[in-house]
Structures are given as C-alpha cells and as structure tokens.
C-alpha cells in the first residue's frame, strides 16, 4: 500500500477555474511537498509545508496540511494550459529521515 | 546551469542483455537516488545513496545494482533486465537538510530514461 494517494486520479477543467487536488497519507510526516511533472519529463519541486503549518502560498498556488485529517490539499487558482500536467504529493516519513514517498499523482488537463 | 543528466534517454533492449543507465549531477549534491514511474504506481524508489560509497535500497530494489564511486555520478545497473522492469526511470539528487520538522531538502530530477525489455 502506497504513503501517499492523491484523489483525483484525473481533473479536468476550463481555463481560468481553480483546480483542487488532494493528498491523503497513511503514517506520520515531517512534512509533505508537492511536484509537477510535465508529460514524460521529471519532476520540478512546487511547495513544501511543514507537519506544524497550515496553510502555505506561493503564487497561484495554496497548500494546506490537515495532520488530523492525514491529508493535503493543492488548489491551483485561475489556471492556465500551461498548468497542465500531473502532480505528485511526497511526504517525508517520520519513521526514516532517508525516504521520502511519491503518490500516483493526479493528471490535470487546463482546456484553453 | 544546475542539472541531472541522464543517459541514454530511449532504450529498447531485449531480456538478459546487461545495461547502464548513466546519472550525473553538477549542484554537488550529496544525495542521489533512482526511481521508478509506472501508470497508476507513482515514483518508487529503486535505490538511494547518501554520499560516495554509501548506497542502500529502497522499495523496489530487485533486478536493480548501482554504485557511488563518484560524488556527481550514480549509474543504474540492469545486469540481466527482464519485460517487467520496462518503465520510465528518473534519476534524482539534492543536499539533504533537516531541522527539528524533519528533512526539507528539495530533489532535482533527470529528464527520465524510457526503458523498454522485449
């Protein structure tokens, strides 16, 4: 069974609309970030919130961590084509300071 | 420019023939690892290394070698690859960094290694 799973599996949206992504995890973090990967290319690091925060921003994008909950959620506001791609939630395990755990991502299409 | 580099990109190869999938980084990071991209699976990882010489599995190590004699460098070994190790392989590096919320540090990863085992 898998850390972290992101829900949706796929998103689809307009352009313009905000897009909501969520990540639920099984074992307590240290803290939990989030990757885009465009179409077959690696991925490029967005965000990262810590087990004692909230909520985080940066630019279009909002994170907030709900420890009680075991989840995260990624909202991507007024989105654009080039948001399209899948992004991934890793949580960095308290049990082991060397693994950090990659979820199956959720694929966001932004329709221009 | 700060970059992992991966080599070859594409790679179609039958079962049994041995091959190495090259990784190498220039930020100096201590930590590289290689992982795995399968549909619906997410990243796995394969191995990691926390410095040169100090190399140790991760979660799907099987059919798998690699060695850090270099600091920049972590190659990927399939001594005799099989059809269920066709996947998508990134490579991955940062500078480990914790503090009392644990480790933060950011990984920078390869364009990715198309593999395919006939």
């Known amino acids: 069974s898998q850390q972290g799973e992101e829900d949706p599996q796929a998103l689809s949206i307009q352009e313009g609309e905000n897009a909501t992504m969520n990540c639920s995890y099984k074992?307590?973090?240290?803290?939990l970030q989030w990757y885009r990967q465009n179409s077959g290319r690696g991925l490029v690091h967005l965000i990262l919130?810590?087990?004692?925060?909230r909520e985080k921003h940066s630019g279009r994008l909002r994170v907030t961590l709900d420890t009680s909950k075991k989840s995260s959620s990624l909202l991507i506001t007024a989105s654009r084509a080039a948001d399209t791609a899948s992004y991934f939630c890793?949580?960095?395990?308290?049990?082991?300071?060397?693994?950090?755990?990659f979820g199956p991502g959720t694929s966001l299409s932004v329709i221009p | 420019e700060a970059q992992v580099t991966q080599n070859p990109r594409y790679l179609i190869t039958v079962t049994g023939k041995k091959l190495t999938v090259t990784c190498s980084q220039n930020?100096?990071?201590?930590?590289m690892s290689w992982y795995r991209q399968d549909p619906g699976l997410g990243l796995r990882q394969i191995y990691y290394?926390?410095?040169?010489?100090?190399?140790d599995k991760g979660d799907v190590p099987e059919g798998y070698k690699v060695s850090r004699k270099e600091k920049r460098n972590f190659p990927l070994i399939l001594e005799s690859p099989s059809p269920n190790q066709t996947s998508l392989y990134f490579c991955?590096?940062?500078?480990?960094?914790?503090?009392?919320?644990?480790?933060?540090?950011?990984?920078?990863f390869g364009p990715g290694t198309r593999l395919t085992v006939l």
């Open positions: 290394s926390m410095n040169v010489e100090v190399t």
């Open positions: 890793a949580t960095d395990v308290k049990t082991s300071y060397d693994k950090v755990i």
């Open positions: 074992t307590s973090i240290n803290n």
């Open positions: 991955a590096s940062s500078s480990p960094a914790w503090t009392s919320g644990g480790r933060t540090d950011t990984q920078y």
């Open positions: 930020m100096n990071h201590e930590y």
């Open positions: 919130i810590r087990s004692n925060e």
